[in-house]
């Protein structure tokens, strides 16, 4: 199943060129074409769905099973310290391309990439009933 204006699925089919570093029947990974670092990949589902939550899960099982050995790939081609794994679902979480897909990022110490966290604490009782009302929806 894919969208045919869909810019991953283009990939995904050869139709639009990218440097790939790994391909198996369920998924494909290649460099991102604005990398944050040197090695920032992208591993996404051949399949096309628009956010993780409409994949089925043996879909995303099969993508998944991947991530472990292209993030040591990428780690010991690029000599990184670390790495962060960033999936996006939907605009107002600053997805750009509606496709599943999960950002590999290469990191160091020093490097220019930040994350605004603005953390806050839950209000008393607040994460009781946010924990209830998700396990509800979970059954």
Known sequence: MNEPNCVFCKIAAGQIPS????E?????????????????????????WASLDQM??????????????????????????GFNILQNNGTCASQVVMHVHFHIIPRNPGDEFHFNW?????TRGEAEELAAKISRELR
């Open 56 to 81: 089925p899960a043996d879909a995303a099982a099969a993508m998944l099973r991947n991530l472990p050995a292209i993030c040591r790939a990428i780690r010991a081609a690029t000599g990184c310290e």
């Open 19 to 22: 440097h790939r570093i790994f």
């Open 24 to 48: 198996d029947a369920s998924c494909l990974a290649f460099l991102d074409i604005g990398p944050l670092a040197g090695g920032h990949a992208l591993l996404i589902p051949k399949s096309h």
């Open 118 to 122: 603005p953390s806050k604490a839950y």
